[in-house]
């Protein structure tokens, strides 16, 4: 079992920064897959980030592809999601996954394991 708790959400404006945390319990945290998705009201849950075990392979959805970066502090069971320059069609509640898998992958069905979320509000 993983329990995630996602951090760092707020309100910016456009053009602002704002870093997400997501910390992550258990003694299994660089086996899994960690990823970032975000769901705006009425819309589906979409995908923004997900990282490797080993922080090697990245990927990002194109709408988010040279303004947000994730990464991984495996000693601190953490996944970060940095957000740069960002845009009011951003905002939604993001949230964190784990996956038990080998490969990175950007389908919500495969992961395991889900934070709360936490709201990113950006105004214009």
């Known amino acids: 079992q993983v329990q995630l708790v996602e951090s760092g959400g707020g309100l910016v404006q456009a053009g602002g920064s704002l870093r997400l945390s997501c910390a992550a319990s258990?003694?299994?945290?660089?086996?899994?897959?960690m990823g970032w998705f975000r769901q705006a009201p009425g819309k589906e849950r979409e995908f923004v980030a997900a990282?490797?075990?080993?922080?090697?392979?990245?990927y990002y959805a194109d709408s988010v592809k040279g303004r947000f970066t994730i990464s991984r502090d495996n000693a601190k069971n953490t996944v970060y999601l940095q957000m740069n320059s960002l845009k009011p069609e951003d905002t939604a509640v993001y949230y964190c996954?784990?996956?038990?898998?080998?490969?990175?992958?950007?389908?919500?069905?495969?992961?395991?394991?889900w934070g709360q979320g936490t709201q990113v509000t950006v105004s214009s």
């Open positions: 996954a784990a996956g038990v898998r080998t490969v990175v992958v950007v389908d919500t069905t495969e992961y395991d394991y």
């Open positions: 258990g003694r299994t945290f660089n086996s899994y897959v």
């Open positions: 990282i490797s075990w080993s922080g090697g392979s990245r």
